[in-house]
């Protein structure tokens, strides 16, 4: 999976509780970014980040924050959990190449359930 | 707004026979589409990718993608298909701000 680990890998909490996934990587890329997979909607983005301390919302990021202090870490807290965050959330890391062409890698993901 | 289309939730076609899994795209100025590969409880694998260039793209384990700009289309293709190509497989397309927009999903099943 590119370099890239999620932890916890699984997460059951309750409503309300604030619970924070992390996403670290060892290949130095610039951009980072945090998916959410739910049927019948594919990924959603929920943040994102193109340098420390730089992050940006996603189509998703109401009741998300992110924080990104190093390069290699990217964490993403849910503030007060809700059934409708139970999801499996995916991290995924890119770099800009030469022509503005770039794919993104993937973690293996953290399945979330909220009770 | 750029989007991606997967017209299917599922495609079934028997061991050795070609397959197709569609997407479509609507995208302002020239698009970069994507195909990734998720296999169960593992995350998303990039297949291949189209930029500029020549209509079809080849790309991982014998996939191959072939874009029509008059049919915006983005179809990915094997001429045939293994077992072990079940799985979801999902279209995107690069959106401002280098973020991809992503289908749905299509689900691949190769039955022996």
């Known amino acids: 999976d590119a370099g890239i680990t999620q932890s916890p890998r699984h997460k059951v909490t309750e409503t309300g509780t604030p619970v924070t996934l992390r996403c670290h990587q060892t290949?130095?890329?610039?951009?980072m970014y945090w998916y959410r997979q739910d049927p019948g909607h594919g990924l959603r983005l929920i943040h994102y980040?193109?340098?420390?301390?730089?992050?940006d919302k996603g189509e998703v990021s109401d009741g998300y924050s992110v924080s990104r202090s190093k390069t290699e870490d990217f964490l993403l807290t849910l503030e007060s959990a809700t059934s409708s965050q139970t999801s499996v959330y995916f991290c995924?890391?890119?770099?800009?190449?030469?022509?503005?062409?770039?794919?993104?890698?993937f973690g293996p993901g953290t399945r979330l359930t909220v009770t | 707004a750029q989007s991606v289309a997967q017209p299917e939730d599922q495609v079934n076609v028997a061991e050795g026979n070609p397959l197709t899994v569609k997407c479509t795209y609507s995208v302002s100025g020239n698009p970069y589409l994507f195909w990734y590969v998720q296999y169960p409880n593992r995350g998303l694998q990039f297949l291949l990718k189209y930029i500029t260039g020549d209509n079809l793209v080849k790309g991982s384990y014998g996939f191959e993608a072939e874009f029509n700009k008059s049919q915006t289309s983005f179809h990915l293709k094997k001429p045939s298909a293994l077992v072990s190509d079940s799985a979801l497989y999902f279209c995107a397309v690069r959106e401002k701000g280098d973020k991809l927009i992503f289908g749905t999903g299509t689900r691949l099943q190769v039955f022996p």
């Open positions: 290949e130095n890329h610039r951009y």
């Open positions: 980040s193109y340098g420390v301390k730089d992050t």
């Open positions: 995924a890391i890119s770099e800009v190449r030469a022509g503005g062409s770039y794919e993104q890698y």
